[in-house]
């Protein structure tokens, strides 16, 4: 009999690529086991969903009670209790008190999608403005929101009309040395995008910008200091909304509840949640003020299984354990060790030299690798080439599951918020191995 996995490699369409032909049978914290018996930690959680580890039990349970007692609640008929008792969790950890009317959706690209249908009927202007690097989804709207790789989106024109790029303060977007100073690279973004607003998408045409507070699937790079801000001022004064997408930022993954937490005074129009939000139940949602939100005639949002009663139960058990469980104070803690792994490799006289950047919030830790062809990350000695996927290979190699991202040499490593002192180092371990043997090998 074929294996589950050479079933797959035959019938499972191939415009979903993947890193691996394993088969995943089993998830249990911060581990995943495969068919072939292999038990390997999971430094992905599923790009960022199983933040609180594989099966949590608490999320577990009541999704398992919800099973029984409702499983489709239709809101275009009515609520269904778990959607608002998920509001009522959610309210409180808002990060501007504005943001107090809420739409579930299934997955992070359709939130994105809901926030530009709001955007566009709130203000009645068409144009969008997305940064380089950005990742939205790949739905057909997102298709046209996404810059991060040509990939998503190549083939498939006509994409949504009306969206205009910014360049990301980010060195490798804006063609300068890695070492350029944060401040250089926040002015210089922040002029391209006035010169946007002059010359290519008038501030009267002009809906929103949407942005990622850590471009994500672009290189996991916070945004430097002064660049959000200038952003919500641009914005109020040519009269934009801003969105914030926390699809991949949120519900602890940088450290604090929602990422824009660490830029207290910029305040998103409309906010986008997803992944994290029930640690694996399909849910997503935008969150802004009514007043806003109150425009949309009734009817124009919504679907069949938007806010699904099983995934808001989930979703009220994740909040639950972010109140009772002290994720937190393990986020600060295993945060500072994987930084600390980073920065002894960076002052390493031979790996160092092989290490553009290390950069990231809480577990939301990105390292660029050099490259021999890359004349903005110039290095003393030889870089191997194509660092980031071999390192990759390498983790998998000795049972360390780990994602690259972004056209340059970057792995960011997603751990469970939760994950164990042991575990973390365990990961560390295999991390510092897989590195050196690179380097090694040249
Ligand atoms: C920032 C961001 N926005 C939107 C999406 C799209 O979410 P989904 O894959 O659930 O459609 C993602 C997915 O990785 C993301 O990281």
């Not at 797959?8 to 914290?29: D, I, L, N, Q, Y």
């Not at 916070?222 to 009269?239: F, T």
């Not at 972010?322 to 031979?350: M, Q, Y």
Request: charged content about 20%; glycine content about 10%; hydrophobic content about 40%.
């Amino acid at each position: 009999m074929a294996s589950l996995a050479a079933v797959g490699a035959k019938h499972v369409a191939k415009g979903v690529g993947r890193f691996t032909e394993m088969v995943m049978t089993e998830g249990k914290g911060s581990y995943l086991k495969t068919e072939c018996g292999r038990t390997i930690l999971d430094f992905t959680c599923g790009i960022g969903v199983t933040n609180l580890g594989h099966c949590h039990p608490g999320v577990t349970k009541q999704a398992q009670e919800q099973v029984g007692t409702l499983t489709h609640g239709q809101i275009n008929l009515g609520y269904n209790k778990p959607q608002i008792e998920l509001i009522q969790k959610l309210l409180p950890v808002m990060p501007h008190k504005s943001l107090d009317s809420f739409f579930f959706w299934n997955s992070g690209a359709e939130a994105v999608e809901a926030s530009i249908k709001l955007a566009r009927h709130a203000t009645g202007k068409q144009n969008i403005i997305v940064v380089q690097g950005s990742y939205h989804g790949r739905t057909f709207g997102t298709m046209a929101l996404t810059k991060s790789k040509t990939i998503y989106g190549a083939g498939y024109a006509p994409l949504m009309p009306g969206v205009f790029t910014t360049p990301y303060p980010y060195w490798h977007q804006l063609g300068l040395p890695h070492t350029t100073a944060n401040e250089d690279l926040v002015e210089n973004a922040l002029y391209r995008l006035e010169l946007l607003l002059k010359q290519e998408t008038a501030p009267r045409d002009t809906a929103a910008l949407i942005i990622e507070p850590v471009l994500g699937e672009g290189g996991y790079i916070p945004a430097p200091k002064g660049y959000l801000e200038g952003l919500r001022r641009i914005c109020d004064e040519h009269g934009i909304l801003l969105i914030i997408d926390e699809v991949q930022t949120g519900f602890g993954r940088t450290g604090k509840y929602f990422a824009i937490e660490h830029w207290p005074e910029v305040r998103p129009d409309i906010m986008v949640i997803a992944k994290g939000i029930a640690n694996g139940f399909p849910l997503s949602g935008i969150v802004s003020r009514k007043e806003l939100m109150d425009k949309q005639p009734a009817g124009s949002q919504g679907g069949t299984y938007a806010a699904n009663a099983v995934s808001c139960a989930a979703a009220c058990a994740v909040q639950d354990a972010f109140r009772t469980e002290g994720v937190f104070e393990n986020i600060d803690a295993r945060s500072h060790e994987i930084f600390g792994l980073f920065n002894d490799l960076k002052a390493d006289p031979v790996i160092g030299d092989t290490i553009a950047e290390v950069r990231g919030l809480g577990l939301m830790v990105g390292v660029e690798f050099k490259s021999p062809t890359d004349r903005y990350t110039p290095a003393q000695g030889k870089v191997p080439a194509n660092m980031a996927s071999r390192v990759q290979n390498k983790c998998l190699e000795k049972d360390l599951l780990v994602l690259t991202t972004s056209v340059y040499q970057t792995i960011r490593f997603i751990p469970p918020l939760n994950i164990s002192k042991e575990d973390m180092a365990k990961g560390c371990d295999i991390i510092r191995n897989a590195i050196t043997e690179v380097v090694k090998e040249g």
